[in-house]
């Protein structure tokens, strides 16, 4: 692996504005959407959902650090500027190119159910939405909810094979955050007004998470956590043991203990050996060879959706066009059929992924997209002109458009490594529930399961959670990454990265204009599939959205011109020819790409 250098000769930061000239009408429209420049950089980049998280990971790049480094440095940061969305005893995956090995690995961190769980014995719980509305097995907050948890340890390993720095180093501004405080964005304070509720009946959480105890942060407040900046202080001097099989996996088992959870000692003593490096998956698209995370990932739905639309001509048919969106509708309404139908734990159901990605699969599931878009455009039997548009939305600070808790970041150094991660509380703060004095909040990725015995991904004892948060992507040619993209947004996931990605690699935009592009997603949650309902924004021309809902589309555009429930999407372009690294950030979060 390549070491830090001893010096660098000569550090600067290139975030200014990208001027390219548009060779199409399609392009042209994308950069006038758009909010924000690129950023630029020659010999790295970071891009995260906060730019305080960004600015810790570029600190690691700075300071001779790579591309594991500076993402586990962001990662760790999300603690504090983030706490809704995730944190230490959270779950994720990676999907990192090694360019030293010359080679694409996943690691899976996504948390497994412990191994004294019972259903029964939450099925009285009080139901409590957790802003992704995706109906699973809980509905609920609380030490029932918290799956394993395997941030950590999935940073652990990636620092430990592929990093070049320690624990200590990469923790040091997270801990700075946590301890001195960061400021409080709109939508920090969007976020802390719809989930209140979630934390104000755990004494623990409530003395952490709200403001004196009662009430939630505001824009103008400074949020620290010093218990959990004590506690990462002692993971960064003693290891990750004292988390997984020490004192503070002590004082977690003893508060899950008294408070009616499930995690054990034993449960996390198993986790650092569950977290090891695995194959991806991969199919070919127009000339790339595109890497996936492999089940119980969901990662699988982003493939298939995209070798369905490498059928199509979609350059004739235009950039959100009509034709373009329904196909792409159909496509992905499809994949997630299959999703839901087989994706889980492989060591206790098997995944057809072979089957699924195959070419004769593939081609009998474009020829269904291709019959479902002629039918529905054979029922068009009314003027589209007389269609009644949903009226426009008025903002909202405080409302179901900012119910989200996942988040997506990317990294890339100066020797072409590259790696994305999506990482999850699963619930907005995760289960509401902070262990002890820890200050550690727990995530709720066990609601992401269902309860219905038999499936694919049903809940039990010991099994992995399926998961949509292991849909990112990485784009390769020659051997190189050439693009790499994340995004959080429940089961939107899986919708909203292929959208950019085709962006991208089919119209022709550049990293920035391909994420701030209007998208759309399927209402498919847990419990929804097949979709009935499609949000999309409004950005979207009227005429268009006419026409599809004359096809039989139910659109809901009442989230506005941009939504964050159509993803918050990260991602990062390497040109080779010129040496210029690109990246992008969502302007629907906190979005902020920062190169070097």
């Known amino acids: 692996m390549n070491k830090q250098p001893s010096k660098l000769t000569s550090v600067c930061v290139w975030v200014f504005i990208l001027s390219l000239a548009v060779s199409s009408a399609i392009h042209a429209q994308a950069v006038k959407q758009n909010l924000r420049p690129a950023a630029m950089g020659k010999l790295g980049m970071v891009a995260t959902a906060n730019p305080l998280a960004t600015l810790a990971g570029h600190k690691a790049l700075e300071k001779g650090g790579n591309a594991i480094d500076a993402i586990v440095a962001s990662a760790a940061a999300l603690n504090a500027v983030e706490p809704y969305m995730s944190g230490t005893a959270g779950v994720g995956y990676m999907l990192f190119y ?42 609920t907050v609380g030490p029932r909810t918290p799956a394993v948890p395997g941030n950590l340890a999935g940073w652990n390993r990636a620092l430990a094979d592929y990093g070049t720095m320690s624990l200590e180093q990469v923790f040091e501004t997270a801990i700075d955050y946590l301890e001195n405080g960061i400021p409080v964005t709109e939508m920090d304070q969007a976020m802390w007004a719809v989930t209140v509720d979630r934390v104000i009946n755990y004494p623990e959480s409530a003395a952490i998470l709200l403001k004196n105890g009662k009430d939630p942060y505001k824009i103008g407040d400074t949020f620290t956590n010093k218990p959990l900046a004590k506690t990462m202080r002692r993971i960064a001097d003693e290891g990750i043991d004292v988390f997984y099989r020490g004192d503070i996996a002590r004082q977690i088992a003893q508060a899950f203990k008294q408070d009616g959870g499930f995690i054990t000692e034993k449960d996390l003593a198993s986790v650092p050996d569950k977290v090891q490096w695995v194959d991806p998956i991969s199919i070919q698209y ?73 070419e004769q699969y593939i081609a009998q599931q474009r020829e269904k997209v291709v019959d479902r878009v002629k039918q529905r455009k054979s029922n068009i039997n009314r003027d589209v002109g007389s269609i009644m548009d949903i009226p426009r939305y008025t903002h909202d600070s405080n409302d179901n458009k900012y119910k989200f808790s996942t988040t997506s970041l990317s990294a890339t150094d100066r020797w072409g490594n590259a790696v994305v991660i999506i990482q999850t509380h699963g619930g907005g703060f995760g289960s509401g529930y902070v262990a002890g004095k820890t200050g550690l909040i727990f995530n709720s990725a066990i609601d992401w399961m269902t309860l219905e015995p038999g499936k694919a991904n049903s809940v039990e004892p010991g099994k992995a959670v399926g998961w949509c948060v292991g849909g990112m992507l990485q784009f390769h040619k020659d051997g190189k990454p050439q693009f790499v993209v994340g995004s959080p947004g429940s089961f939107g996931i899986l919708q909203s990265v292929p959208q950019v990605a085709m962006n991208v690699v089919d119209f022709g935009m550049n990293i920035q204009d391909a994420i701030s592009a209007p998208r759309f997603r399927w209402k498919d949650e847990l419990g929804s599939v097949p979709a009935k309902e499609l949000i999309i924004e409004t950005r979207i021309p009227e005429e268009t959205r006419k026409t599809l809902q004359a096809m039989g589309y139910v659109l809901d555009t009442s989230l506005g011109d941009w939504s964050m429930t159509v993803g918050g999407v990260q991602g990062i372009t390497i040109d080779y020819d010129t040496g210029w690294i690109m990246g992008g950030a969502d302007p629907r979060r906190n979005g902020y790409a920062v190169g070097y």
């Open 98 to 139: 090694s360019a030293e090995e010359k080679r694409v690995r996943s690691l899976i961190f996504g948390g497994w159910v412990p191994e004294t769980f019972e259903a029964s014995i939450v099925a009285n719980d009080t139901k409590m939405a957790d802003g992704a509305g995706h109906g699973g097995v809980l509905e």
């Open 286 to 358: 127009r000339g790339y060879t595109v890497y996936n995370n492999p089940p119980p990932g969901m990662g699988i739905q982003q493939l298939q959706t995209l070798k369905i639309m490498e059928g199509f001509d979609l350059n004739a048919m235009g950039h959100n066009s009509v034709d373009y969106l329904a196909h792409l509708f159909e496509a992905i309404n499809l994949s997630r059929i299959d999703t839901d139908t087989y994706v889980g734990d492989p060591n206790y159901v098997d995944v057809p992924v072979d089957r699924l990605l195959s």
